[in-house]
């Protein structure tokens, strides 16, 4: 299954056989959305293509931005903070175990924010993406696979390949 034409998604190959799930509703102010697909036998091992409905403040986005025009790295403990309002709970070592520093990377020819980690709570492992979607820093989309630990060890090598077979749009002008 491809699913085509999705934020700055040009095309994303989704492992074969897997399902989408229930679209989600939301309410309130934003265009918030979510689009999930997980394997028929494991519908907790979701791959999930997310856009929060409204922009960043000016400064997160300044600071995702810049994070973003440097070569890859791993992220020092500073830039972590200066991204706390993108990151969300995952910043909060009380929620979220990171299992490596988070990281920037080249995604075909995007460089995006990556991050690794397990939720305390539930236990579920995650693998997130966060893109620069219109080039201000302040518009990001997300693309992240979350599962409980057995589930994750079973799907997160498919899940890995569909990040990898990400076409882009082409790119936007950095401001």
Request: hydrophobic share 40%; charged share 25%; glycine share 6%.
């Amino acid at each position: 299954m491809e699913i085509t034409n999705h934020g700055q998604i040009e095309k994303i190959t989704i492992p074969a056989g897997w399902v989408e799930g229930p679209p989600t509703e939301f309410q309130g102010i934003g265009t918030r959305s979510l689009r999930e697909f997980h394997p028929p036998d494991a519908p907790n091992a979701q791959l999930c293509l997310f856009y929060r409905g409204l922009p960043v403040s000016a400064d997160a986005g300044d600071a995702f931005r810049s994070i973003l025009a440097e070569p890859d790295h791993q992220l020092t403990p500073e830039e972590i903070e200066s991204l706390r309002e993108i990151l969300r709970e995952r910043a909060d070592s009380k929620v979220f175990d990171l299992v490596n520093p988070p990281r920037t990377a080249l995604v075909g020819d995007k460089r995006v924010l990556m991050l690794e980690g397990v939720y305390k709570g539930t236990n579920k492992y995650l693998q997130e993406i966060f893109l620069n979607a219109d080039g201000s820093g302040r518009v990001v989309q997300e693309i992240y696979f979350i599962a409980p630990q057995d589930d994750y060890c079973l799907h997160a090598v498919a899940a890995q390949e569909a990040c990898n077979s990400i076409q882009w749009k082409v790119a936007v002008e950095t401001w």
